[in-house]
Nanobody, 124 residues
Framework: QVHLVESGGGLVQAGRSLRLSCVAS????????MAWFRQPPGKEREFVVA????????YWLDLLKGRFTVSRDKAKNTLYLQMNNLKPEDTAVYYC?????????????????WGQGTQVTVSS
């Protein structure tokens, strides 16, 4: 069982930045992927970025690459998402997920564990 806790969301004005954190605890396979997804109001959960935990390979949703960056602290079992130049369309609940290595990371249905989510609201 893996437990995930996200934090760092909030209400910000367009153009500002936020950094989200996701702390993982509990048993995992020897290697796994952690990812950020987001769910805008009234829409389906959508992929943002995934990271293979040991190797560090990164898989992005291309349109976010550049404004968003991802990093991990292996000692703290923490995944971060730095979001810069935020736009109102970034408003969503941001979720952290864990999946087995080799999973199709772009589909939230293939993830095994989820956090409770953290709300990000960007005002214009």
């Amino acid at each position: 069982q893996v437990h995930l806790v996200e934090s760092g969301g909030g209400l910000v004005q367009a153009g500002r930045s936020l950094r989200l954190s996701c702390v993982a605890s509990g048993h995992t396979d020897s290697d796994y992927a952690m990812a950020w997804f987001r769910q805008p109001p009234g829409k389906e959960r959508e992929f943002v970025v995934a990271v293979s935990w040991i190797g560090g390979s990164v898989y992005w949703l291309d349109l976010l690459k550049g404004r968003f960056t991802v990093s991990r602290d292996k000692a703290k079992n923490t995944l971060y998402l730095q979001m810069n130049n935020l736009k109102p369309e970034d408003t969503a609940v941001y979720y952290c997920g864990v999946a087995k290595i080799g999973t199709y990371y772009y589909d939230w249905r293939d993830f095994d564990y989820w956090g409770q989510g953290t709300q990000v609201t960007v005002s214009s």
